[in-house]
């Protein structure tokens, strides 16, 4: 069945770099694509960016300038890095697929990350 | 951005009622609306897509309407299972999402 788990730090530091890994089975990540949306504590869910089943990217214009999102289609992975950490970046971060029929349809665990020092 | 207003942020109801959640876009969309449900700790899970598609293995209690800026999710007779947050996304243009409801037992 599909599934989608994050991995990743749980305390960054401020002004650190994030890395997340998102590594799915039931599905290949070159008929998919995977979209990373977080949420803030007590707050609504934000959309993130994109990386498309032929591998292109696109972001939130509001994070554009911090974040990248890769992948390693053999070992079914999707990476997120965003640089300049601050604490509003506290969330729970989350991968999902991408369906053209369904838009999102399943939804990783999540992982909270936390921005302190 | 396309704005995503949702109402109620919270709605008190008792098993067996039938209760409606609304979410108003800024513009149209196209009937690109879906409905998730989130259970604390849990993985969201995907209702409803498209304003009115159940998805696979949804019961047919929850049911969606809509069209251009105006959308409705309706539970038809609440089950003790159905309390949770529930949130509609549109994905007519990039992705944003409702603030969310949050469905307690009055």
Known sequence: QVQLKESGPGLVQPSET????????GFSLTSNSVHWVRQPPGKGLEWMGIIRSGGSTDYNSAL??????????????VFLKMNSLQT?????????????????????????????? | ?????????????????????N???????????????????EAPKLLIYNTNNLQ?????????????????LTISSLQPEDFG????????SWPTFGAGTKLELK
């Open chain 1, 88 to 117: 509003e970046d506290t969330a729970i971060y989350y991968c999902t697929r991408w369906t053209t029929t369904e838009g999102i349809d399943y939804w990783g665990q999540g992982v909270m990350v936390t921005v302190s020092s």
């Open chain 1, 18 to 25: 994030l890395s997340l890994t998102c590594t799915v089975s």
């Open chain 2, 23 to 41: 979410c108003k876009a800024s513009q149209n969309i196209n009937k690109y609306l879906n409905w998730y449900q989130q259970k604390l700790g």
């Open chain 2, 56 to 72: 696979t293995g949804i019961p047919s209690r929850f049911s969606g309407s809509g069209s251009g800026t105006d959308y409705t």
């Open chain 2, 1 to 21: 951005d396309i704005q995503m207003t949702q109402s109620p942020s919270l709605l008190s109801a008792s098993v067996g009622d039938r209760v409606t959640i």
């Open chain 1, 64 to 77: 554009k300038s911090r974040l990248s999102i890769s992948r390693d289609t053999s070992k079914s992975q």
């Open chain 2, 85 to 92: 947050t529930y949130f509609c996304f549109q994905h007519n």
